[in-house]
């Protein structure tokens, strides 16, 4: 499984972003994609998840009501809608893939596939 990231750029706080994520390959192995963020010196944390089939959306908490999880089976391709950004919310995103429950992923083990990161940079 192959996940490609993009979207990232630089905003100003209050601003907003969307992130893309497109998965290819064995896409048939994924059972929940979602998106995880690092912050210079920080560990990796998790955003938000979805079952691939569909289904309720697990978010964090530093993110619920401002950030909105989205995807396109026809193009195997999930969003990220960031609204409301915040000079916290600056990180690399990652996408990633796992196969099991979506409630799971932001547990250890619960990915199994990685994307390359895309720059999120709010400024204040």
């Known amino acids: 499984v192959q996940l490609q990231a993009s979207g990232g750029g630089l905003v100003q706080a209050g601003g907003s972003l969307r992130l893309s994520c497109a998965a290819s390959g064995r896409t048939f192995s994924i059972a929940a994609i979602g998106w995880f963020r690092q912050a210079p010196g920080k560990e990796r944390e998790f955003v938000a998840a979805?079952?691939?089939?569909?289904?309720?959306?697990n978010y964090a908490d530093s993110v619920k009501g401002r950030f909105t999880m989205s995807r396109d089976n026809a193009k195997n391709t999930v969003y990220l809608q960031m609204n409301s950004l915040k000079p916290e919310d600056t990180a690399a995103y990652y996408c990633a893939a796992g196969r099991y429950d979506s409630t799971r992923m932001p547990l250890q083990g619960g990915v199994n596939y990685w994307g390359k990161g895309t720059q999120v940079t709010v400024s204040s």
């Open positions: 979805i079952n691939w089939g569909g289904g309720s959306i």
